[in-house]
């Protein structure tokens, strides 16, 4: 309403200050009529003079006109008035008549004018040629008042006097100007203020002040030196500029309708928030427990390793012995003379070695089916990581969504913000409005952060499954070497076996020494056989347990990273549930609410528009009019100047000479 106000004023000075020529439409004969008022310097009345033009669209017709004025005169032509009462006739000789008089009716506007220096009312002859802080107000007090009905309540209303005021004051003697409302203009001489106002339309608005903000009274302070001032000029009209968009305020259930729609996104979205919330707080407790395993699978890989480096050091121990069985041998066969001795040696290191293998055997037994179970427990882990990723793809794509309908929303909040903005830019609903707008912008922000925490996640995830694939690769490469492990263990235990054998055989007798010498022989190269494969096999197992290693300290890595992310996720989404909570409940709610409290206020506004127009048209004419003219009314009104009785100094001012432009143009329009 406030941008109508200005609107209006714009209008008023536009045609009050141009003083423009009438638009007939086809009426036949019009009346314009121009108030001249003199007043004195505080605002009191000293003579009106009233000037009379009546258009006639065919030329030498007789014409009648109502009318109250005294001393009527013809003053661009001979025709003569036959004057009967308030009736006045002519006869024309063309199509335009202009005639004046004069009258002591009260005028429909009340104007006072006060002055003070150093914040002491004074008169203004008493302050003529005085110096010092200066303040003059001028109020414009609307006397047409009218009872009304509105919203069927009655209500006092004024008749709509547009009014444009205009004070010079010379920048020789004025400084350090200062108003309450209006404008202050300057060309380098002269300060011209304009005051536009609409008097009494407030009154209407005294419980809605938001509506109406045109102060009544307009305040000027300055600095003067030897105060003298020219006549404040007042003009003003009747005439209603039309303020069609106000009849365009149906479109306010636009409005409600468009935040009817963004109540219920809200509440979607509010909705949507508590969902992700909740899935993303359960994601996060799944995955401490997968993080949990993840940790004790690392323990387990552990172990496995410390199985798998002592297993190393055991083949390095068997081999070493099998090289002394070897060399033991060679002595025996080339030291037939210590044979007794040798035999006996031999079924002792024999019996301890087939102990060993025995041991040696079980161990790498143990080894091939642990190393089963990682490559199956690898497997399971790896299934479980592909099957978490394609469930981040679907928070991925539930978050993109979730993006994409806060966009909505701020599109269509600053949707309804500019559509307030034309209306009523001063509108307090406008600035919550406007934190709401930041409010969801903030939002916004947030929910790009969770999108760049889900991208993140996600590729936590790859990381996480490409360390699971090498986990398993790590742990398939194991199963062929500790199954070839197992073959050369059992080989050496065969053989450790057929060497005890053969000790015993051969600590049985000498006799049988041809034959314990040969399946000696055959053992040495079974023990033989069964190290070489255990050599194979043992190197298969250091890369394995290498592969392994990388692959479980990737694994937890990921894992660690992924849990990290998994609790900002869960944080975020907290925080956004608890703000667009926080924004459904304060933000979209309190805005409907409130848009409805005012409707009702809003469609008093456009009742009001119609009677003030009502009363505008009524209002045609100030000293009388036959009903048959269409009319139309403005009133010039001047104060007297203030000036010193006597002139002191002869030199005259800058401002006097230099007077022209703006301040000439404003003068010539009330000559």
Known sequence: MKKRISKLCCLSMASLLTLSTVSYADNHIKKDETVYVNLLSNGDTREIIVSDWIHSDEAGVKITDNSILQNIKNVKGDEKPVIE???????????DLFYQGVTDKKLPLDINVKYYLDNEEISPEELAGKSGKVKIELEIINLEKHKVTIDKKEREIYTPFSTVSVIDLPMDYFSNVKVNTGKVISDGNNQIITYLAIPGLSEFFEDE?????VPEKLIIEADVEGFKMKPIMITATSKFPEIKEID?????SDVVDAIDKMEDASNKLSNATKTLSEGQNKFYTNFQKFNTG?????EGNKALIDGVTKLGAGIDSAYAGANQVANGIKTFVNSTGKFSEGVTLFGQGATQFAAKSQEFSNGAGQVANGVTQIVESTGKL????????AGSNKLVQ????????IKSSLEGIRKIIQAKEKMNPKDPFLKSLKELEQGLAAVEQGSKKMSTELDNLQKGQDTLAKGLGQLAAGSKSLKPAATKLQEGSKGLSGGATKLSESAKALSAGSKQMTGGVNKLVEGSQAVSDGLAKLSAGAKQVSTGKAKLQKGNSDLLNASNQLLAGANKLNQGSKELNTGMNKFHREGTMKLKDGMSDKIDMLEEVVELKDELVKLSNEYNNFSGIDSNM????????????????KVIEEKTSKAEKKEKGFVNWVKGLFK
């Open 85 to 95: 009462g308030d009736s006045i006739s002519w006869t024309l000789k063309e199509n």
């Open 209 to 213: 002040k938001e509506f109406v903000d």
């Open 248 to 252: 365009k305020i149906g479109s306010l």
């Open 294 to 298: 993840v940790s004790k699978l690392g």
């Open 382 to 389: 790896e299934a479980g990581a592909k099957q978490l990723a």
């Open 398 to 405: 539930g978050q993109t969504q979730l993006n994409t309908g």
């Open 630 to 645: 269409e009319g139309t009314l403005k009133f010039v009104m001047k104060t007297d100047e203030i000036k010193v009785a």
